[in-house]
């Protein structure tokens, strides 16, 4: 449990935690404030959520304990549950993801309790969702599912407030499902990563650009002419490798999935087993939502100076600890970038701890990508309060009629608009009568 401390006339306690959060300096707020109302104008159907919400407030009373990466976006999200009448608590979901001046804008702007600080240990990561649990939430919102993770094995009595959840992510969506399969699942939580509106734009086009976005801002290295080796084709995958493609790079693909490596193939990647291109990489990227994906004899056939970077939820992807047995010795080369010196000479450089590198060296999605998926968020806390009560203690899809509603606000914010069916049309959809 975290200590807490005597607070101060500003409602910080002189270690920086209170119950108005544990940011890293209140004094960042003013560069915070600039940054979420960027990404706010650019999140226009989030803006209309939060209008509505603001007269409406079909969140009244309702406690909201939130780990997510604490990135602008999430920020702006937070604003639009907090205008719907919700009380919301906001704890990072990685430690290395917080943007510090966001966070103290959270706490001195928008009164909105924040416990998150850039390069958290692993100790006071998990104080701080405990603290966020600590607030008594009716509704709990996870990316990566160590918040829930945490509620029915630490913190089992605060499991009775709680009505329902949502998840952002697909780790996430894959850990509660084993835990709906194990019945540790005590209330209904809504997978948001399923939702169309959300992985197919957030994790292909959004992982995409800003994971290349926090290798060039760790590395500064040419794409064009490189070889870029990507471990798993699904979202996230797919968007990263059109990108480095993009960017002139040759994308070699390895997969485990016989479908996703065939679609890999045929969309120009050479597809190859991470044996085979182990010697051949300039820069390795992980997203798979697996575990030691690069491993020992991975690292021991890499060329001097291959870069290795981690884009999936887990810092699990690149075995570290095995890295770290086969150096001799390592240093900071520059910021998220360290030097690796194996036995015999060759160099590896790790990026950014192996934790996402679009977080820890870059901003993470833009914000006109984060407008879809957090406007699921935000109207499915609204679809909890009012029918959790008719969901089943298990992992359910984002309805239709939201994802729907998602994209048709998105498109009119865009400017654009589509056909619809005429009535011969509709009717002729409808049925099986006419033919060749
Ligand atoms: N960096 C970010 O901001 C961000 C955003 C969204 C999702 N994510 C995370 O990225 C990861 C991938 O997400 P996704 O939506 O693409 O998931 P996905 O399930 O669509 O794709 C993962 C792919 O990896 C493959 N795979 C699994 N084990 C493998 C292995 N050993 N070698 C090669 N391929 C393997 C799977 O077959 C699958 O095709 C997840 O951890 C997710 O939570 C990160």
Redesign the pocket.
């Given at each position: 449990m975290p200590t807490r401390k005597t607070e101060t006339k500003n409602g910080i306690a002189a270690n920086g935690e209170a119950k108005t959060g544990h940011v890293k300096d209140l004094k960042l707020a003013r560069d915070g404030k600039a940054r979420i109302e960027w990404a706010d104008r650019h999140m226009p159907v989030l803006r209309t959520i939060r209008a509505r919400f603001a007269k409406q407030r079909p969140l009244k009373n309702v406690r909201i304990a939130a780990c997510l990466h604490v990135t602008t976006e999430t920020a702006n999200l937070m604003r639009t549950l907090q205008a719907g009448g919700a009380q919301v608590f906001l704890c990072g979901s990685n430690p290395l993801s917080t943007q510090d001046d966001v966070a103290a804008s959270l706490v001195a702007d928008f009164q909105i309790p924040t416990f998150a600080i850039k390069g958290e240990d692993h100790k006071t990561y998990y104080s701080h969702i405990v603290s966020c649990i600590e607030a008594r939430p009716n509704i709990t919102m996870d990316d990566g599912c160590d918040l829930v993770t945490v509620l029915p094995t630490k913190m089992k009595p605060y499991l009775k407030d709680v009505f329902a959840g949502t998840e952002e992510?697909?780790?996430?969506v894959t850990r509660l499902r084993a835990m709906a399969a194990d019945k540790t699942l005590r209330y209904p939580v809504v997978a948001i990563n399923d939702a169309d509106t959300k992985?197919l734009f957030?994790?292909r086009y959004?992982?995409g650009q800003?994971?290349m976005d926090g290798v060039l801002r760790a590395t500064n290295m040419l794409v064009a002419g490189s070889t870029v080796v990507i471990?798993?084709?699904?979202?996230?995958?797919r968007g990263l490798a059109a990108r480095a493609k993009g960017m002139g790079a040759t994308v070699l693909v390895?997969?485990?999935?016989p479908v996703?490596a065939l679609e890999a193939a045929m969309d120009g990647h050479q597809v190859v087993s991470m044996t085979e291109a182990a010697p051949r990489g300039d820069l390795f990227i992980t997203?798979?939502?697996?575990k030691s994906?690069l491993r020992r004899e991975h690292f021991a056939a890499m060329k001097d100076g291959a870069i290795v970077a981690n884009?999936?939820?887990f810092n699990v992807e690149i075995d570290i600890p095995a890295l770290e047995r086969m150096s001799v010795g390592k240093r900071m080369a520059r910021p998220y970038v360290e030097e690796y010196r194996l036995r015999g000479g060759r160099r590896v450089y790790l990026l950014g701890e192996g934790r996402?590198i679009?977080?820890a060296a870059a901003e993470?999605?833009p914000a006109m990508v984060m407008d879809m998926s957090f406007a699921n968020q935000a109207l499915v806390v609204e679809h909890l309060v009012r029918h959790a009560d008719r969901l089943e203690k298990d992992v359910h899809g984002v309805p239709e009629a939201i994802d729907k509603e998602v994209a048709r606000l998105k498109l009119k914010s865009m400017g654009t608009t589509i056909d619809s069916l005429t009535p011969a049309q509709a009717k002729y959809l409808s049925t099986w009568s006419e033919g060749t």
């Open positions: 992510t697909s780790t996430g992985h957030d994790n959004g992982t800003s994971t471990a798993g084709y699904g979202w996230c995958g390895t997969e485990v999935n996703r997203v798979t939502g697996n994906v884009s999936g939820h996402l679009n977080l993470g999605h």
